[in-house]
């Protein structure tokens, strides 16, 4: 940041006090986020940043601009934030324009609100920031002044923030910083009890394992017809559904038979149910199959994460599922695909590069299950490792947070 955009930015920040103060009132939020409520990932991407806005900025007022939080989403999102102001209805949106002082771009898979960014920035021209998202698109000329008018951008995973770099992007404030999702706090405890203890899960003695194919069927999960482009994910997904699930069931069949734990096949989406039970479950021997869970009914973020933090650990195929757990400091191994964006190379830069695998490089996949055994054998070190990566977590998030509180004097 140049010293003439410094005193630019201190002298805006000043005189937002000063009419905070005239008025008697805490700075307000804008924030754009709750993408869809068919994934506990994307869930999470709400109450997670809601957790830090409430940690480091207890004065601010939050209003909630969602995209989608029905099915027992919003219930659950008030249980946890009582005081949260949620606009939907198109007057209450402009209010919010109106009102609010500062528009936050919440976690995402990209850069998903940009149209209503841009929205925010010509009715009102007031101030705005980005905050965890990955790079996954060419950089357009509109993303590209959105992104350089930004207070700060900050990116998910090192290697958009290098692409950000590369593409000349010239926002004053452009860093690394963890996935919204990491914040999450949310509770169930009375349903996650109650399903350990109907299917005989103990706490501490059983892992949890997630299956997915390489791309998320939208289409069933909405019933709806499917699309040329859906036709030619299909095909992609029958390819490789195999490939990818084998070394999760060698690794379950290794839990088992040589330690004490339990397995959880457990889903991250809708679809999710089906595949475990048709991938991960029914192809097990019966020796392993005796000690092996599976969840057949979708949860919310709330029950999931109440039955991350009672188990020993997790491994799959998903990424939001595993960024919960390390956000509550609970291990979590991440196999990806390069269908995928870069998401799960966020990784390494929390430092668990040893914890992720490359589906597409053999050599990786062969790492696996010696990899998700150690874990499961040692959980002590394993949750040292989770606890030192939830370190560096915690001090970007207050950093980033710290960005924030400037911005909004």
Known sequence: MNRRHFLQLSFAAALRASVHAAEKRPARILLRSGWQTVNIGDIGHTPGILHLLEQYLPEAEVRLWPTNIGDGVEEMLRRRFPKLIVVKAPEEIHTAFTECDFFLHGSGSGFVAQKHLGQWVAETGKPYGIYGISLTTTVTPESRKLIDGARFTYFR?????????????????????????????????????????????????????????????????????????????????????????????????????????????????????????????????????????????????????????????????????????????VPAIVCRFVDQTFKGLMWRDIGLGDWLFDMDVEEEVARIVPTVLAMAKDPAAAKAKAAKALEFVHQRQRETMGVLKTALA
């Not at 350990?196 to 069933?220: D, H, M, S």
């Not at 392993?288 to 979708?298: F, L, N, S």
């Open 157 to 329: 995973d090192g290697h958009s923030l290098e692409w950000a770099k590369q593409e000349g992007l010239a926002c004053p404030i452009m860093e690394y910083a963890p996935d919204g999702a990491f914040g999450v706090d949310l509770r169930n405890d009375a349903a996650a009890t109650a399903f350990l203890k109907a299917n005989g899960l103990e706490e501490g003695k059983f892992l949890c394992v997630i299956p997915r194919l390489r791309f998320t069927p939208y289409w069933k999960i909405h019933g709806k017809p499917m699309k040329p482009e859906d036709e030619v994910k299909t095909k992609r997904n029958e390819e490789m559904k195999e490939h990818d699930h084998a070394p999760l069931r060698a690794a379950i069949a290794a839990v088992v038979r040589e330690t004490s734990m339990k397995v959880l096949v457990c889903p991250e989406d809708q679809s999710q149910m089906e595949i475990g039970k048709v991938m991960l479950v029914d192809p097990l021997p019966d020796d392993v199959k005796a000690r092996v869970v599976w969840r057949k009914d979708y949860w919310l973020t709330d029950e999931a994460v109440s039955t991350y933090v009672r188990s020993a650990g997790l491994f799959g195929l998903e990424m939001h599922s595993p960024i919960m757990c390390i956000g509550n400091g």
